[in-house]
């Protein structure tokens, strides 16, 4: 017996009858049970995703041998660079250097534009008074003002840290303000019913709300970190990743420098997925199910 006769065979309830749905299914229809499913749509888009980049680098390969080593390399030369950079130390104690600074200038960066974020969002008079500088230096091209920097930090670490810092800030600033302007104000009307205080309804109904927002900007604000590193280690103390762009640069030696430029990529996705996860982690009901 087909499905299509199992199907037709099986009584249909009467208007005055309902439905028996704890029945057993007619024992026609275990093949039907057999039916594997699809693959799930994350299978599917993860194979497609590694489909995409086997092909861009399979296709790399065989273009970049056919093009002269000063101007481009290919994957599998950058490949045996990176070991040997890694062997020889010299990745590491870059990759460790710029680490230093760009983890500790994003935390301030953070800590910085989530608090006053929060105020501007919250308070009118505090965005009355510090909107127009906010516009002004996020429009403002801030690596115009590193011959300035330098004067007022040296070529330390200092000068570093301010240049991360400035450039990650302002996505974190405007995207935290931007999540409590979105609060509902119903809600804010409804802890003020209960008597909460001003703590209260920050920690209680502001903050959650607001949370995708922050960890939006900081996402953002991860991407402006890694350039601001990069740049600060091109114009001031000349080390880290930066260092081994503009060593391997001079030389024309093109496999070596994509090593920390490939680095500097996989860094940026990394930490991009770690805030993903904390996000998920601090707000469960913003993630998607599978």
């Not at 890694?86 to 608090?115: D, K, Y």
């Not at 607001?210 to 601001?228: D, E, N, Q, Y």
């Not at 996000?279 to 009901?285: D, G, K, N, S």
Request: no cysteine; net charge negative; hydrophobic share 55%.
């Amino acid at each position: 017996m087909t499905v299509a006769d199992a199907r037709e065979n099986r009584k249909s309830p009467s208007d005055d009858e309902s439905p028996d749905f704890d029945a057993a299914p007619p024992a026609d229809w275990a093949a039907i049970e057999n039916i594997e499913p699809l693959a799930p749509a994350h299978t599917r888009l993860r194979l497609l995703r590694l489909a995409a980049i086997v092909v861009v680098l399979g296709g790399w390969e065989i273009l970049g041998r056919q093009v002269d080593p000063l101007f481009m390399s290919y994957p599998s030369a950058i490949a045996r660079a990176a070991v040997r950079l890694t062997l020889s130390g010299e990745l590491l104690a870059a990759l460790e250097s710029s680490l230093q600074v760009l983890l500790l200038g994003f935390l301030i960066a953070a800590v910085i534009g989530i608090a006053l974020g929060l105020l501007i969002g919250r308070y009118r008079f505090v965005d009355a008074t510090t909107d127009w500088l906010v516009n002004a230096l996020y429009a403002t091209p801030l690596v115009a003002i590193i011959p300035l920097v330098t004067l007022w930090f040296g070529l330390g670490v200092a000068a570093k840290l301010f240049i991360v810092t400035v450039l990650a800030v302002f996505p974190i600033l405007i995207n935290t303000a931007a999540g409590v302007r979105d609060v509902p104000t119903s809600l804010i009307d409804v802890g003020a019913a209960f008597a909460a205080k001003e703590h209260e309804i920050f920690l209680k109904i502001i903050l959650p709300s607001a949370i995708p927002f922050m960890m939006t900007g900081l996402r953002l604000g991860v991407g402006r970190a890694i350039i601001g590193m990069v740049v600060a280690e091109f114009f001031t103390a000349i080390t880290g990743l930066g260092a081994l762009i503009v060593k391997y640069g001079n030389q024309y030696d093109t496999a070596s420098m994509f090593v920390p430029i490939f680095v500097l990529m996989l860094l940026g996705i990394g930490l991009t997925y770690l805030l993903l996860w904390a996000e998920h982690a601090a707000a469960p009901w913003r993630t998607p199910e599978e």
